[in-house]
Nanobody, 126 residues
């Protein structure tokens, strides 16, 4: 059984940084394409970033491009999201997701993912 567990959320001032982590258990992360999504109150879940199964291809939502970076650590079976220059509009619950995409495919839609974490809250104060 594949399980994902996020951590690293919290409260930060606008302009600050946070690093989210997602530990994967039950499957090697190198066998999965990974993604980060977020959902703000009253809004639909939206794509943030994705990493291909090979680990060589990344994709970002336009709203976070240049500020967020997705990466993975195969030894720790972990995918991370480094978030810099945070804005109040980045406030949301952030979810880690994974599925067995054939590289170099990236999953930009939530319905492409089978495995999900429980989410971690990120709050950016202005």
């Amino acid at each position: 059984q594949v399980q994902l567990a996020e951590s690293g959320g919290g409260l930060v001032q606008a302009g600050g940084s946070l690093r989210l982590s997602c530990v994967v258990s039950g499957r090697s992360i190198s066998a999965l394409g990974m993604g980060w999504f977020r959902q703000a109150p009253g809004k639909e879940r939206e794509f943030v970033a994705a990493l291909s199964r090979s680990g060589y291809t990344t994709g970002y939502a336009d709203s976070v491009k240049g500020r967020f970076t997705i990466s993975r650590d195969n030894a720790k079976n972990t995918v991370s999201l480094q978030m810099n220059s945070l804005k109040s509009e980045d406030t949301a619950v952030y979810y880690c997701a994974g599925d067995r995409f054939a590289p170099p495919a990236l999953g930009r839609n939530s319905n492409e993912y089978s495995y999900w974490g429980q989410g971690t809250q990120v709050t950016v104060s202005s």
